[in-house]
């Protein structure tokens, strides 16, 4: 189970030895929850109408339904950070200039907010100061990033970075001078961290792992992700360079990926209470990307909506699914057939619990996203999965790995 009032943020352990950068996890409470809160969230979801994950997908879509043209390169997603979020400390230029990021396996830039930016979020939040730094290169290219309540404008830089002891040569990263609504001035991150393939990146130059390949400073081309939720704060790790092999138990799932931008691969089906429910009616099966920047698991309308009737769950005004807490236990195990293996969710699992004015509330894990065909549909598997396994993304073999967590119960050769 995975609270909706929280989210992961990264602490960085500042230890680095034999190729590998561990950096540690914390929670905090999200954007969303914030403007719940605060009595916001309605209000902020009616001006925006955001469809949260088809605009953070908006790339998936044909061409023809580009906006935003800048002259050079051009982007038009809306990264759904309102929820569940992974956070770290970076640093920029010498000498440091602190930032902190959201680490996201669904984008491949890196963007801090600049010390000319006019937003009120800027005011709110650390800037780059380029003129403060002795390795600061300027680019002059500009990029756009089309969000639900506007277009985030900046220009590209070059200038060393630093992940934990780890110091990123002569790194490409966006300047945001203009970032758009109500959602930033609340939030408690600076800018991105991309962790996806070179291919969905916007900036002209390598994206921040490829760098750390490029310069040597990995064992391996991997990264992975433990992720938990026990109640201590101790949220998980993410570790650059390779795997933690106490966080889980083999056999790793390997599977390929499908498609080179996100980590997109094959999902051969989605079961209710052990029945085949969705995706299973096609040999191809159905596509999926494993996404690290959003809390929820989305599928297209017509699917999750079945699903959250299956599950017992009933709409609210702001969009969301909610279900009587007192069920929870109770409600249907839904499972993920990916290469064979088969990922189940109780309920405590995909529920996602918050407290406002003292009572408590169940939200649904699921949520709505619809992509067109021929690129649809597309499942999401955010960290109300990824809370789940420990995932691994192999950029030496484009591949991403899932495996059983140390402690979790075994309930059969092909069940996790």
């Known amino acids: 189970m995975r609270s909706a009032g929280l989210i992961l943020i990264l ?14 996890l914390r ?6 929850s914030r403007l719940r809160a605060s009595a916001q969230l309605e209000e902020f979801l009616q001006q925006h109408q955001p469809d949260m994950f088809s605009r953070r997908y908006v790339q998936c879509f044909p061409p023809a339904q580009h906006y935003l043209r800048l002259g050079g390169r051009i982007t038009e997603r809306l990264y759904n950070f309102m929820d569940a979020q992974f956070f770290g400390q970076i640093s920029l230029g010498r000498p440091e200039q602190n930032f902190t990021v959201v680490f996201d396996t669904g984008s491949s830039d890196l963007w801090v907010p600049s010390s000319y930016c006019v937003s009120q979020a800027c005011a709110l939040h650390n800037k780059f100061k380029a003129f403060e730094s002795s390795t600061y290169t300027h680019d002059g290219r500009v990029f756009g990033i089309h969000y639900g309540s506007g277009h985030l404008l900046g220009v590209m830089a070059r200038d060393e970075l630093k992940v934990g002891s780890v110091r ?19 939030a408690q991150f600076d800018g991105v961290l991309g962790l996806g393939f ?13 760098s750390m390949m490029e310069q040597n400073m990995l ?72 996404d690290t920047g959003t809390s929820l698991i989305g599928g297209p309308a017509s699917d999750i909506l ?70 649809g549909p597309v499942w999401i598997l955010g960290d109300v999965f990824l809370s789940q396994v420990y995932s691994i993304y192999d950029r030496g073999q484009n591949r991403v790995g899932l495996a059983r967590l140390s402690g979790a119960p075994v309930e059969s050769d092909t069940h996790i």
């Open 27 to 32: 929670q905090y409470p999200s954007v969303r």
């Open 168 to 186: 990123v040569q002569n790194q490409v990263f966006g300047e945001a001078v203009y970032e758009p609504g109500f959602s930033f001035v609340l």
């Open 306 to 375: 079945i699903l959250q009737q299956f599950i017992g769950a009933t709409p609210t005004a702001n969009g969301e699914f909610v279900v009587d807490c007192v069920r929870v236990s109770s409600l249907p195990v839904v499972s993920f057939l990916i290469n064979s293996v088969e990922y189940s969710l109780s309920g405590e699992q995909y529920i996602r619990r918050e407290t406002l004015n003292n009572k408590q509330i169940c939200f649904s894990g699921f949520q709505s996203i619809d992509v067109p065909s021929p690129a």
């Open 198 to 210: 070179p291919q969905l990146a916007e900036e002209k130059g390598s994206p921040v792992f490829d």
């Open 11 to 24: 602490v960085l352990h500042l230890g680095f030895s034999h190729g590998l950068l561990r950096v540690a």
């Open 219 to 290: 064992d391996q081309p991997v990264f992975s992700f433990y992720l938990t939720n026990n109640g201590s704060g101790f949220g998980g790790e993410l570790l650059f360079g390779g795997v933690d092999e106490s966080r889980f138990i083999p056999p790793i799932n390997w599977i390929p990926v499908t498609q080179k931008g996100y980590w997109q691969i094959k999902l051969d089906a989605v079961k209710v209470q052990g029945a085949l429910s969705f995706c299973y009616r096609s040999v191809q099966g159905c596509q999926a990307i494993v």
